[in-house]
């Protein structure tokens, strides 16, 4: 598909280190999934859990992100704005998918509307499994961006 | 059901069941000239509508006949068309357009023809249909309905670092703050979910169920049990039915409170906001227990229901009654009234018009909760928990009480025994079945052969959302947007689906 082009010519792309300074941009696009994973990423921004401790803020524009942050399976009609927002991210930028469906597909794998998971159609900087995985799997992954060990969450109750 | 309210003449009911009866008295085929009779009926009778969609031969009409028994009319489209009743039925014109966009039959006298979920992006065009059609590349632009005169447009959505669904709303602004005109355009959450049910057996088509709209998972699980229950003639026994109670109004409380902090993020009042999300995060660690999916996926199969719910139901119930103060301290938060009182009205005409359930109709006026028809709940159990105003304020304030609700039920569900059902009906293959979702009535139709899902479809009350919000933004103070499309809980997965 030449919607993903752009994502798939970029080859190989040596081990982000973002730089720990700063709280960590990120940039949630949901691409078309059962709005599980992204209701697991709006509890982290919200009051039940004290995101900005751990250094990760949400930011509603891409240009102001550092991670681009995935959920749900990427469905034709979102590629294309998927794309837009990587483009718009300066570099150092990292791609992280967040759930079964935006790993794989998951239970929505390719058919006339879906393209399925990010993993083999772009270098992923981490991926998140679980379905949906709990805000404390999201936080520690996103944790390990930083070279910061997942320990940093473990404060948080862990339930998936 | 206020709806139903006369012992209206049946005309249209009647006018279904002179058909062929196919399923066991409860769908009928029509032919052509007695379609056009009843949709010509519709203008009259207050038959209510609930859903319309194709299966590849037929198009079919789901009704309840007097508030209460599903009733199915089939037409088998002539030339790959047929007489839409979206003329008599604003609600059915999300659901012919979907039809036409999924499967290529065309809708006659439609209120609306455009797409609705094919932006042009598919591999095919009518996909489900028996000759699906070549894509054009590049796709045509989007065909938006004209903006009023000397409006700016205002674009929001898809991707706009919120957590929701995409979706992407298009506002005409006049300039002085007031939206003109309001529209979506969907179809970015499109999964194909009846293409991907085809042809999956029970275990796996309910799996899948779960994960149509994840604040919804039990309604779509159970809703779609149903149907292959009563497709298959087999019952659930008196623990499954408890249990999906139990986790029905479990999962009721936890979107209750997503949506109620949503809304109330919006309109400012981040205290309120922030008891919700507390309250919402206390619950879904105690759902973690039971099976591990925070969100409640797989708890429900044909047949049973995971009977562990039962211990969590009384933590949930001390959990929300303990929440309650700070709830109503949020509520109370000075300018919270102001802000949410009169804005973003639904009156009670329109809801039922375009077909809005769930808690949107309940704070307009519509007493429409699919719990009366579900198994498991006395109907004493039920408040009626109708408000009028059919604002912001109403729809916060309908969730509020269901809340209280959600643990009065947990206990009275715990503590008597369950309503069961008296025995299934004959197996015949085919089933209708609903669950009372936390936004809504959720319906599945499914046709089974050989163990294995044929034909099926999804109803969620999101549809009808999508066009009810349409409606009233237009007119709205564009500050006011966001928060009147969060009061009404809408997801784009279910919309789309």
């Not at chain 2, 002539?78 to 604003?90: E, I, Q």
């Not at chain 2, 989007?142 to 898809?158: C, K, L, N, S």
């Not at chain 2, 105003?389 to 269901?402: K, N, Y």
């Amino acid at each position: 598909m030449a919607l993903l082009r752009a994502f798939l010519a970029r080859g190989f792309r040596p081990a982000i280190r973002l730089p720990a300074v700063g709280p960590m941009g990120v940039f949630h696009v949901e691409t078309g999934g059962c709005e599980g994973c992204a209701m697991e990423v709006a509890a982290l921004d919200g009051a039940a859990y004290a995101l900005s401790a751990t250094g990760v803020r949400f930011v509603t524009t891409p240009r102001l992100a550092d991670v681009l942050l995935v959920t749900g399976p990427l469905t034709r009609g979102m590629a294309p704005v998927l794309e837009a927002a990587w483009h718009a991210m300066p570099d150092p930028r990292a791609l992280v998918a967040v759930g079964a469906c935006a790993i794989d597909g998951g239970p929505f794998g390719e058919n006339y509307a879906v393209l399925g998971g990010l993993e083999g159609r772009a270098p992923l900087d981490a991926s998140i499994p679980g379905c949906p995985p709990s805000p404390a799997a999201i936080v520690a992954g996103l944790a390990g961006l930083l070279g910061v060990s997942g320990a940093v969450a473990s404060g948080l109750s862990s339930s998936a | 059901m206020t709806d139903n309210a006369e012992p209206a003449p049946p005309a249209a009911a009647a006018l279904i069941r002179r058909g062929e009866d196919e399923a066991g008295g409860w769908r009928f085929r029509l032919e052509e000239e007695d379609w056009h009779a009843l949709g010509a009926a519709l203008r009259r009778d207050p038959l209510s509508f609930v859903t319309l969609w194709a299966d590849g031969r037929d198009v079919h009409a789901l009704f309840l006949d007097a508030g209460e028994r599903p009733l199915v009319a089939s037409v088998e489209p002539y030339g790959g068309r047929y007489l839409g009743l979206s003329a008599a039925r604003p609600a059915a014109a999300p659901c012919e357009r979907c039809v036409q966009d999924l499967w290529g039959f065309s809708a006659m006298d439609a209120r609306d023809s455009r797409p609705w979920l094919d932006q042009g992006l598919w591999t095919a065009t009518w996909p489900l249909g028996a000759r699906p059609g070549p894509v054009a590349w590049p796709p045509e632009p989007p065909d938006f309905r004209p903006v009023p005169r000397d409006h700016a447009v205002w674009g929001i959505g898809p991707a706009d670092g919120g957590h929701r669904a995409p979706a992407h709303l298009r506002l005409a602004l006049d300039g002085g703050g007031a939206v003109g005109q309001a529209e979506w355009r969907l179809g970015y959450a499109h999964r194909g979910v009846v293409a991907r049910l085809t042809g999956l057996d029970a275990d796996g088509a309910v799996r899948l169920a779960g994960r149509a709209v994840a604040g919804a998972s039990v309604a779509h699980q159970s809703a779609l049990c149903r149907a292959i229950e009563d497709a298959t003639g087999q019952g659930a026994g008196a623990a499954a039915v408890r249990s999906r109670v139990l986790l029905a109004e479990i999962e009721r409380a936890a979107t209750h409170l997503l949506d109620l902090s949503r809304v109330a993020g919006a309109a400012g009042a981040t205290a309120l906001a922030a008891e919700c999300d507390r309250l919402r995060e206390a619950i879904l660690e105690q759902c973690g227990r039971i099976g591990g999916h925070r969100l409640l996926m797989d708890r429900v199969w044909v047949g049973g229901g995971d009977e562990v719910a039962a211990a969590i139901g009384a933590r949930v119930a001390d959990l929300l009654e303990a929440g309650r103060d700070g709830l109503a301290r949020g509520r109370a938060w000075p300018g919270l009234e102001a802000r949410i009182a009169g804005v973003g009205v639904l009156d009670a005409r329109a809801a039922r018009s375009l077909g809005v359930g769930g808690v949107a109709g309940r704070a307009s006026a519509r007493e429409a909760d699919l719990r009366r028809l579900v198994p498991g709940y006395r109907r004493a159990w039920l408040e009626s928990g109708v408000r009028r105003g059919g604002d912001v304020a109403a729809r916060i304030d309908v969730r509020l009480a269901e809340l209280g609700g959600v643990a009065r039920l947990l206990r009275l569900a715990l503590d008597g025994p369950p309503d069961v059902p008296p025995a299934a009906r004959p197996a015949s293959g085919e089933g209708v079945g609903c669950a009372e979702g936390p936004r809504g009535g959720v319906w599945y139709w499914v046709r089974l052969v050989g163990g294995r899902i044929a034909a099926a479809h999804v109803c969620d009350p999101a549809l009808a959302q999508a066009a009810a919000l349409e409606h009233v933004l237009a007119g709205a103070r564009d500050e006011d947007v966001a928060m009147i499309v969060r009061s009404f809980g809408l997801s784009a997965a279910g919309a789309d689906l």
